[in-house]
T-cell receptor
Framework: DVKVTQSSRYLVKRTGEKVFLECVQD?????MFWYRQDPGLGLRLIYF???????EKGDIPEGYSVSREKKERFSLILESASTNQTSMYLC?????????????????FGDGTRLSIL | GNSVTQMEGPVTLSEEAFLTINCTYT??????LFWYVQYPGEGLQLLLK?????DKGSNKGFEATYRKETTSFHLEKGSVQVSDSAVYFC??????????????FGIGTKLQVIP
């Protein structure tokens, strides 16, 4: 089974701090994603990466950056944390392979990091 | 752009009731469609998927059929259990120019099943 591991389940930081959220997957997936989940808003894509050292902005990249130095690891960075970044953060990975009849591959999610910015 | 529409809920049902959660989508091209489930305190898990029109995905008693003519992918279960209480997300996936995956999620529907 695919395992996506997020480094922390709960995290409390202060306004203005630089915050790192780490995500590791063990299935050699090409694609990795960072989402935030807020009540009434569903999942919103922050950044994604489809290869090592590659990154693409999602729908809400402002205030965030990412790093993908190795295929299995995708880090989300809050450059200067603010209270409006208090949220649940979810990491996901997926394979790029399609193959006959396989369609686009599903995403595999970590358990999430609940981040509070005070 | 692509979009997925589903009711937010909560949907409250008694145990053994029939469940339908509606999902409609707009997309260009030929997306794959998914249902994910999120249990309290956990991340999302794939529940079922369908990759082309008229495909039926099924898992754990849940079913959904890819209807291209109505752009829908409604989730159904004949008899729900208390353990099915969770948030259910409908999603579609297609390929942007360049070949990599773009996933669009619905807002999520909270299901509460009472004994």
């Amino acid at each position: 089974d695919v395992k996506v591991t997020q480094s922390s389940r709960y995290l409390v930081k202060r306004t203005g701090e630089k915050v790192f959220l780490e995500c590791v997957q063990d299935m050699d997936h090409e694609n990795m994603f960072w989402y935030r989940q807020d009540p009434g808003l569903g999942l919103r894509l922050i950044y994604f990466s489809y290869d090592v050292k590659m990154k693409e902005k999602g729908d809400i990249p402002e205030g965030y950056s990412v790093s993908r130095e190795k295929k299995e690891r995708f880090s989300l960075i809050l450059e200067s944390a603010s209270t409006n970044q208090t949220s649940m953060y979810l990491c996901a990975s997926s394979s790029s392979s399609t193959g006959p009849g396989r369609g686009n591959q599903p995403q595999h999610f970590g358990d999430g990091t609940r981040l509070s910015i005070l | 752009g692509n979009s997925v529409t589903q009711m937010e809920g909560p949907v409250t049902l008694s145990e053994e009731a029939f469940l339908t959660i509606n999902c409609t989508y707009t997309a260009t091209g030929y997306p794959s469609l998914f249902w994910y489930v999120q249990y309290p305190g956990e991340g999302l898990q794939l529940l079922l998927k369908a990759t082309k029109a008229d495909d039926k995905g099924s898992n754990k008693g849940f079913e959904a059929t890819y209807r291209k003519e109505t752009t829908s992918f409604h989730l159904e279960k004949g008899s729900v259990q208390v353990s099915d209480s969770a948030v259910y997300f409908c999603a579609l996936s297609d390929r942007r120019f360049g070949g990599y995956q773009k996933v669009t999620f619905g807002i999520g529907t909270k299901l509460q099943v009472i004994p």
